[in-house]
């Protein structure tokens, strides 16, 4: 995992288009193994929830990948198991506790998380960091990857 980790750390992609940042997403999920953690970043509609439709795509998951805005959690189970979470209604980290975030974090699936800041305590050193920021076009991104290995 280690080495994988390295392979894709402190990129800056550019994306024009949702269909470059899913397109993206697709690539980096086939490095992606068993218990990877994708924490993302960017304001509201930045792309992440894009980003994480790439990423179960690469994964094999064919379900439609909706935005757990609202529920919080989704779980799609393709060759990975892929948990969608987004904390963006969370208030501390005991909230995300009550979810159960420690156990997906623990896990053998995948783990993507929007607005991981809201759990920052309890994301672990080997987490992959995504930061989506707007471009200087409107559709443009400036995509971030980071970790800290
Ligand atoms: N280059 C781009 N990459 C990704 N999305 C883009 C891009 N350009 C435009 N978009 C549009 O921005 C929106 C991104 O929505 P998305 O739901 O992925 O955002 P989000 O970061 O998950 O927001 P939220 O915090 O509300 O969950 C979509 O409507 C998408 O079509
Ligand atoms: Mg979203």
Known sequence: ???????????IVMSKKPEDTYQWASKLAHALVPGSIIA??????????????GLAAGLGIDQPITSPTYTLIHEYHGTTALYH??????????????????????G???????????????IPPHTIHVYIDAGSEEKERIIT?????
């Open 1 to 11: 995992m280690h080495k994988i980790v390295i392979m894709i750390s402190n990129q």
């Open 40 to 53: 993302l970043y960017g304001e509201l509609g930045a792309g992440k929830t894009c980003f994480v439709q």
């Open 85 to 106: 979470i987004d904390l963006y209604r969370i208030n501390s980290t005991e909230e995300a506790l009550n979810l159960g975030l420690d156990e997906y974090l623990d």
């Open 108 to 122: 053998q699936g995948i783990t993507a998380i929007e607005w991981a800041q809201r759990a920052d305590s309890l």
């Open 145 to 149: 990857i980071k970790t800290k290995t």
